[in-house]
């Protein structure tokens, strides 16, 4: 499987194609069931080339946004993974801290604006005892990286020496 980069975060699909886009829209306002499973198949090729122990951690959506959709179309992608894939789920692990407006129609310079101190860490407990594992921040579209890189942002500084992170995006 091919494995592409943007503004440090990896990305296994492109946006740019028709059936990602709209499997990525479909799931993403329609919660439809056939699109979240291409795009939960398609991450658990992705995981299934990495050797260590993978904790998946879903950008986390604000109360009000939560609220009006009724799903975390992300949480949903990792709720899909094939069981034979080997890996945690911890949704809680990132927080979202404040109520961020859309990013859609923001410049890259206002979206870091937007996101600054949006995010924080969870379970500070939990991930200062971790070792040797590959943490995914897992988001379905990736247009500058300004959403992952408040999301690295807000864990780095509570991880180990010993922990790889990496930043993955289902789409760019």
């Known amino acids: 499987m091919s494995v592409s980069s943007y503004n440090g975060v990896k990305y296994i699909l492109n946006y740019q194609d028709r059936v990602v886009h ?4 479909e799931n993403k306002y329609h919660r439809n069931a056939t699109a979240c499973t291409m795009l939960a198949r398609a991450l ?3 995981l299934g080339t990495l050797s260590e122990e993978i904790i998946l951690v879903p950008i986390s959506q604000s109360r009000p946004r939560r609220r009006e959709r009724g ?5 949903d992608i990792l709720t899909a993974l094939p069981t034979t894939t080997s890996y945690k789920i911890q949704p809680l692990l990132l927080v979202r801290t404040k109520y961020t407006e859309s990013q859609t129609h923001l410049t890259k310079h206002d979206r870091r604006k937007n996101l600054q101190g949006s995010f924080a860490c969870g379970a500070t407990p939990y991930v ?4 040797n ?3 995914v ?3 379905d579209v990736v247009t500058t990286g300004a959403t992952m890189e408040a999301a690295r942002a807000a864990l780095a500084p ?3 020496p ?3 992170l990496i930043c993955l995006a289902l789409a760019h």
Request: hydrophobic content about 45%; charged content about 10%; overall charge positive.
């Open 133 to 135: 594992v590959t943490i």
């Open 44 to 46: 658990a090729r992705y």
């Open 162 to 164: 010993s922990v790889t």
């Open 71 to 75: 799903y975390n179309q992300v949480c």
């Open 128 to 131: 200062t005892t971790l070792k």
């Open 22 to 25: 709209a499997a990525i829209i």
């Open 158 to 160: 509570h991880l180990p």
């Open 137 to 139: 921040i897992v988001d």
